[in-house]
C-alpha cells in the first residue's frame, strides 16, 4: 500500500538582526542591507517582505554568487515573500566592485520579479545596490527605474487582455 506524506512548509528563524519600525525610505534599507551585506566579496541577493504599514517582517539572502555575479532564482523570493505574507518587498543585492550602478543583468531581474510578483498582488517598492567600501547607496525607486518597469509591465498586461479577448472571441 503507498502511503502519502503529510507535510508543511514554514520559515524557519536563523538570527534576529535589528528591530526597526518601519522602512519608510530607501536610506533606511540601505543602511540595514549595508550592515548586512556590504563588506561580503561575493556577490549577495536577497528581499526584505514588508507588511501593510512597510514593517519589515523578515529579511532573507536568497542568492550568494562569486565575485562579479549572482545567478537570482525568482522562485526562492517569490517562495518567501508568500510564507511571509508580504504585502510588498524589497529586493537587494552587493556590487563587490564598490561601482553602484545596475548592470542591464540587474535591471532585467528586477524587471522579472515584478512581473511574477505581480501575479500575487506583491509589489516590488524598491531594488537597493550597496557596494564594498561605498557608504552611498543606489535605489532604483529613487531613480525611477522602477516607475518605468510598472509602466511596461502595466501596458503588457493591457496588451495581453486585448489578445485574450480577441482570441477567444469574448464579448460582454
Do not use: W
Not at 506524506?5 to 526597526?20: A, C, G, M, Q, R
Not at 533606511?28 to 548586512?36: E, M, N, P, R, Y
Not at 504599514?53 to 562579479?68: Q, V
Not at 509589489?123 to 518597469?149: L, P, Y
Amino acid at each position: 500500500m503507498n502511503e502519502i506524506n503529510i507535510v508543511s512548509l514554514k520559515l524557519v528563524k536563523d538570527k534576529t538582526f535589528k528591530e526597526i519600525d518601519s522602512l519608510t525610505n530607501q536610506n533606511k534599507v540601505g543602511a540595514i542591507v549595508k550592515d548586512l551585506i556590504g563588506d561580503s566579496n561575493k556577490e549577495m541577493f536577497g528581499v526584505v517582505c514588508l507588511d501593510t504599514k512597510l514593517k519589515p517582517t523578515n529579511i532573507s539572502i536568497t542568492a550568494i554568487g562569486g565575485i562579479s555575479i549572482c545567478h537570482v532564482n525568482l522562485t526562492e523570493i517569490i517562495k518567501i515573500s508568500l510564507l511571509s505574507n508580504a504585502y510588498r518587498i524589497i529586493a537587494f543585492h552587493n556590487h563587490p566592485s564598490g561601482d553602484l550602478n545596475p548592470s542591464f543583468s540587474d535591471i532585467v531581474t528586477t524587471y522579472e520579479l515584478m512581473k511574477i510578483a505581480s501575479f500575487f498582488d506583491i509589489k516590488v517598492e524598491d531594488h537597493i545596490i550597496v557596494g564594498f567600501d561605498n557608504d552611498n547607496i543606489f535605489s532604483m525607486n529613487a531613480n525611477n527605474i522602477i516607475n518605468k518597469i510598472n509602466e511596461k509591465i502595466i501596458l503588457e498586461n493591457a496588451k495581453s487582455s486585448l489578445l485574450v479577448e480577441d482570441e477567444f472571441d469574448l464579448q460582454l
